[in-house]
């Protein structure tokens, strides 16, 4: 597990067409404790999953600080990322078993039915994309992520266009593994009771350009229940106090 620090002063995009830039991002700044699990909640189109990538350093960054563990200055080794996209992202020629070996060096081929085992795939390590439900591709996604161990883990709206019943199989599983392997956690969503189900703490992102507007602690005990009386009190309080807040405005 790491701590992160995000400080993103603006992040746009040249449009040579119309010759102005597209800001999507503006004044985004954020800390995630060691092994924390930190939501991240804002409308379609407002930057959420710009800021995973450059956390993760798929988009340049250049001029803002993101940063691991920032008092650790003995730390030798780099620093393991997980992603887990909107979308699977199998390599459709390629195998259960060969996805997952795409991450791992040669001498670590061995975890992979464990880690198959783990997600509810056993024995599905030679079937190929295309022979496995939407749900059991999303398990491989899973899978594959946590393959390397990763100190962070970023997941973009992982469990978006799943029914409920296998939305909710996946959640459980992402919450067993973090707690087993102690993974800081960046979850992406516009779904503020999976946010409320999930996480220790939420952020809330305005309209674009993306910036953060609140944030609280969701101080329910573990574990939780999707929807149980609990989260609910909790989610009418929250809107009680901020009224606009699934508008993303706060006033």
């Not at 085992?117 to 295309?130: D, I, M, S, W």
């Not at 609990?230 to 901020?242: D, G, I, N, P, Y």
């Amino acid at each position: 597990m790491i701590e992160l620090n995000v400080a993103i002063k603006n992040k746009h995009y040249t449009n040579n067409n119309v010759n102005r830039n597209n800001t999507v991002l503006a004044q985004v700044d954020f800390s995630v404790e060691r092994g924390e699990f930190v939501a991240i909640i804002g409308p379609s189109g407002c930057g959420k999953t710009t800021l995973l990538n450059m956390i993760s350093g798929i988009e340049k960054c250049d001029g803002h600080l993101i940063t691991y563990d920032k008092n650790d200055e003995k730390k030798q080794e780099p620093y393991r990322v997980g992603y887990i996209f909107q979308q699977p992202r199998l390599m459709p020629w390629l195998t259960v078993r060969e996805n997952i070996a795409l991450v791992l060096q040669s001498n670590q081929y061995d975890q992979i039915e464990l880690l198959l085992t783990q997600v509810g795939l056993a024995g599905k390590g030679e079937y190929f994309p295309r022979q496995l439900s939407g749900g059991m591709q999303r398990r491989v996604s899973i899978a594959r992520a946590f393959a390397i161990n990763p100190h962070l883990l970023l997941l973009d709206e992982p469990f978006n266009s799943l029914d409920a019943p296998t939305a909710n199989r996946l959640r459980q599983l992402l919450i067993d593994l973090c707690k087993q392997r102690g993974t800081t956690v960046v979850f992406v969503t516009h779904d503020l009771q999976e946010a409320i189900y999930l996480a220790d703490r939420i952020l809330f992102m305005s309209d674009s350009p993306g910036s953060i507007i609140h944030q609280c602690n969701v101080d329910i005990p573990k574990p939780r229940q999707e929807s149980g009386v609990s989260e609910l009190k909790w989610q009418m309080q929250l809107m009680t106090r901020f009224p606009k807040i699934t508008l993303w405005k706060i006033d």
